[in-house]
């Protein structure tokens, strides 16, 4: 038979399935960072506190905008923050959520969300893990503390500023309130 | 049937009706236990929830019902799920033994979009001009470089159709000026490797946590019958001078190409591929009809700090072109059995401030577009082609990630007429 090496073609629809672009969920990302939380508040900071770093870090072309961010809580008060946010890679938007202890050093980096059709390498747990620890005093620097993955470079700079501007605002804004 | 159960439930009803009665009283007080415990734990929870005012549980609901501030480029994402793309690169080259050859040439420009279909479908398309202007009279270019539907099936495997780039080399799927160093693409991967190369067809990708990622597929391939042994671009880049580009491309022998990279350790890419497929196309009486090729390269890059290493070796082979060649005597270039070509290239940030850095870099280059030829008989063996040794030294410096202005020099080993001194700028977004 002639046509022979057409019928592997047969098997991609049967592969076929719904699945979200959503590599993980806001929720299981909260679970993952502090498995010990009972509650996870969305929080809402002061709009001045907000004002004063969104006018820290805006350079004048695009607004900043202000991450999402819950507090996670235990029964003896607050643990840490989970601070959804997003940034461009190349030309997508990339969700990612970073998770601080109380202190402000990172707990965990996680991408929820990639739509660019080259570079989704920056879900590698072993790039991730590069950003654990990492505080405001300490921040993560692209191409010496954060190695690049060839092939996504503007989506691995991207979000490595991105980490930089959340630890800044986790400084500006939610280390005052972590009295709880 | 029915109607009978019906009278038998109600005469049990009726025969414990009196006992109901006589318990009355046991109930009436039990009734009022039950209430004053209602009221207690109603109590309870009210306390409960103003000491827990401030919490709400996590939850999607608790996600999504918090808007973020939305950005304008945000609306833009959200509104339409259409990206408009593009790069471009403007090319000055001066031969250093012949100004009068000293050539500026808009290389390319390239328009290209991404519309987001829903969240795990997309359509993207690239469109190319080379050398300006496009016409009967021009030697200019247009071409569809991609045109493809990528589908995710799974967060880590997706499948592709249509007219895509092949995952060969360091090069091809990431071509836009700001991302290679050098004026010019290197030598290896455009004479050996093809370079823009597409083909049309089908492909699985996918990625692991442990660091892979890889893709195989089932696509269109080179047509021998191209070949021009009169003309010296089959000397240039063998594969260049057969591709189809799907323009009305021959399909009758699909080639297969499986490639994958290792990024496991930050900052190091391990990675190699092979692409097989007949290049007879199923012509009738044709002397080569056999004819294979395969074409393989492996390949490493290293980034840390300011440096930023990388290496590669290709190897090309065609089968079966003893009897092809027979029909080419006389011809200044018949089929080469084999092609190779390898580099070695070293780069160092010197300079950074904001998005702006500068980085000097140096590469050096083997290739042989013709190393080998079938066995014929003696005295009609054709004259293999000596190696080409390229050394090139120059700097990128970028305005900022994506704009990109650049200079070297390119020395060559054997032809030093060649050598030259070049200038380029580019962009992409």
């Known amino acids: ?180 | 049937m029915t109607r009978t159960r019906i009278a038998a439930a109600l005469a049990a009803i009726l025969a414990f009706a009196p006992l109901a009665q006589a318990d009355d009283a046991g109930l009436r007080s039990e009734v009022a236990e039950l209430r004053a415990q209602l009221q207690a734990l109603q109590r309870e929870i009210a306390t409960l929830r103003q000491e827990r005012a401030p919490v709400t549980p996590a939850s999607a609901a608790s996600a999504a019902a918090v808007p973020a501030p939305a950005t304008a480029e945000d609306r833009a994402n959200r509104d339409s799920g259409t990206q408009l793309t593009g790069y471009a690169e403007l090319n000055y080259n001066r031969p250093t033994a012949k100004a009068a050859a000293a050539q500026a040439d808009l290389r390319r420009a390239v328009l290209g979009f991404t519309h987001r279909v829903d969240d795990t479908t997309r359509i993207v398309g690239e469109f190319e001009w080379e050398h300006a202007i496009v016409s009967a009279d021009d030697k200019g270019e247009a071409a569809v470089e991609q045109l493809l539907i990528e589908h995710e099936i799974h967060p880590s495997l997706g499948l592709r159709a249509g007219l895509m780039l092949m995952p060969l080399g360091l090069l091809n799927e990431r071509h836009e000026p700001p991302t290679y160093y050098g004026v010019e693409r290197n030598f290896v991967e455009t004479a050996i490797i093809p370079s823009t190369w597409r083909e049309g067809g089908v492909a699985l990708y996918g990625t692991t946590a442990a660091g892979f990622s890889w893709s195989a597929g089932l696509t269109t391939g080179f047509d021998l019958g191209k070949w021009d042994a009169t003309s010296d671009e089959g000397r240039e880049s063998p594969l260049g001078s057969i591709h189809q580009e799907m323009q009305l491309a021959k399909a009758r022998d699909p080639s297969l190409f499986v490639a994958g990279n290792w990024q496991g350790i930050p900052g190091l890419t391990l990675g190699g591929g092979v692409f097989t497929g007949k290049l007879a196309q199923g012509m009738e009486k044709y002397p080569a009809a056999d004819a294979r090729l395969v074409l393989a390269e492996a390949h490493a890059r290293w980034q840390s700090g300011p440096f930023d290493v990388q290496a590669l070796y290709a190897h090309g082979h065609i089968s079966d072109t003893e009897a092809l060649n027979l029909t080419l005597l006389g011809n200044p270039t018949p089929v080469p059995e084999s092609f190779w070509g390898g580099y070695v290239q070293g780069a160092w940030k010197v300079w950074e401030r904001d998005d702006s850095s500068l980085a000097p870099f140096l590469r050096y280059e083997a290739f042989n577009t013709a190393a080998a030829y079938a066995p014929a008989p003696i005295g009609l063996a054709p004259d293999t082609a000596p190696a080409e040794h390229v050394w090139t030294i120059g700097a990128n410096y970028w305005l900022n990630p994506n704009i990109v202005f650049k200079a070297d020099y390119q020395h060559f080993d054997v032809d030093d007429t060649k050598n030259r001194f070049d200038l380029g700028m580019g962009y992409m977004f």
Not at chain 1, 37 to 48: C, D, H, I, Q, R
Not at chain 1, 77 to 106: C, M, N, S
Not at chain 1, 142 to 150: A, K, M
């Open chain 1, 1 to 180: 038979m002639r046509a022979r090496w057409l019928l592997p073609l047969g098997t991609v629809p049967a592969l076929h399935a719904a699945y979200a672009a959503q590599y993980l969920s806001i929720e299981d990302a909260q679970r993952a960072a502090f498995p010990e939380a009972v509650s996870f508040a969305t929080l809402a900071p002061p709009t001045s506190a907000v004002q004063a770093w969104a006018a820290g870090e805006s350079s004048g072309a695009a607004p900043v905008r202000a991450p999402k961010v819950w507090e996670a809580r235990s029964a003896d008060g607050v643990l840490g923050w989970l601070l959804v946010d997003r940034v461009i890679g190349k030309t997508e938007l990339i969700t990612y959520a970073v998770a601080l202890d109380r202190a402000g050093r990172i707990l965990a980096l996680d991408v929820l969300e990639y739509r660019e059709t080259h570079g989704s390498e920056i879900r590698l747990p072993a790039w991730r893990r590069q950003f654990i620890g990492r505080d405001a005093a300490h921040p993560p620097v692209f191409g010496s503390d954060v190695r690049n993955i060839s092939g996504a470079t503007l989506s691995c700079r991207h979000v490595t500023e991105g980490v930089q501007r959340l630890l800044r605002f986790q400084q500006a804004v939610l280390a005052g309130a972590a009295h709880g």
